[in-house]
């Protein structure tokens, strides 16, 4: 629970604020851009929402804060303010983030024959309402290991499957991808292998239109561009590289990261600008 006497030395004047616990996982930023600011390694409020969508999207923000560090005197959260919140079609945030993957970002998918969890949320209980509501999760999808945590505990909760790529192994994990060729999970879901960030990352293509891309590849709203994490790459840039190359055959509308910004305005224009940004990063090496 956030604590008013530790609130960051910026913070505005309001009923919001932020203590001085923020891990600077990004996440409320990306929720209200309107109301957080960064500052050094912490967050603060730069001024209180002023608008219900920004009132709606900051009580998200207070939710989904992994080490709880946001806080709200005297509100009372709007009922629309829950998680997880659609994306796109069948696609949902779950948003509820964890510590131990940073503030890694989650997505349930609603799908025939079954529904997906890709990488792991918080099990919070109002989430695991929600996913019983709607079918349970048949198979949770994932990315490496960064972001598994707690997958174990909402996978035994649902009875859940639970895919890796057996170079980033987990011991919880039931079903294990092997090599580097793509697989088909299930009809319209692909895993196709893109060692860089660990040597066992996968991506997700779904029905040929979302990209769920892990810690592999974002979008930098600041430059307009799509981007992987040199300072954060754990095994290898070069194959990191390699496989944004194989990976620029793939034509998505959607770019869905664990960490960083999604975009959905990718349809024919992935090929072109990963091609751009591996060419680009080659020449500094
Ligand atoms: S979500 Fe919480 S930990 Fe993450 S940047 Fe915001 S205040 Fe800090």
């Avoid at 209980?125 to 960064?146: E, M, N, R, V």
């Avoid at 040597?199 to 981007?227: K, M, P, R």
């Avoid at 194959?239 to 975009?263: C, F, M, N, Y």
Wanted: charged fraction near 30%.
């Amino acid at each position: 629970m956030a604590d008013r006497s530790q609130v960051h030395a910026k913070n505005a004047p309001g009923p919001w604020f932020v203590d001085t616990t923020c891990i600077d996982c990004d996440v409320c930023r990306e929720h209200v851009p309107e109301v957080f600011a960064r500052a050094g390694e912490g967050t603060y409020v730069k001024r209180p929402p002023a608008t219900p969508d920004e009132e709606r999207r900051a009580w998200l923000a207070l939710q989904a804060c992994p080490v709880a560090c946001i806080g709200s005197e005297g509100g009372k959260r709007p009922a629309e303010a829950t998680f997880p919140v659609p994306i796109d079609r069948d696609v949902w945030l779950c948003g509820m983030t964890l510590r131990e993957t940073f503030g890694g970002q989650s997505y349930f998918l609603k799908r025939p024959g079954g529904n997906i969890l890709i990488d792991s949320p918080r099990p919070a209980g109002s989430l695991h309402k929600w996913f019983t509501s709607q079918g349970g999760i048949a198979d949770i999808l994932l990315t490496h290991p960064d972001d598994v945590a707690k997958a174990d505990e909402t996978g035994r909760k649902f009875g859940s499957r639970i895919w890796i790529h057996e170079a980033d192994d987990v011991a919880f994990a039931t079903d294990r991808w092997r090599g580097k060729g793509e697989a088909e999970v299930r009809p319209g879901v692909v895993m196709l292998p893109v060692p860089g960030h660990t040597e066992g990352s996968v991506v997700f293509i779904v029905d040929d239109t979302w990209l769920f891309s892990g810690d592999s590849l974002a979008w930098d709203e600041d430059t307009g561009e799509l981007y992987a994490f040199r300072d954060f790459c754990w095994h290898s840039w070069p194959e990191q590289l390699d496989s944004l190359v194989r990976l620029a055959v793939k034509k998505v509308r959607w770019v869905i990261p664990g960490h960083g910004r999604r975009t959905p305005r990718h349809a024919d224009g992935l090929p072109e600008e990963l091609a751009r940004y591996v060419a680009k990063m080659r020449k500094k090496r």
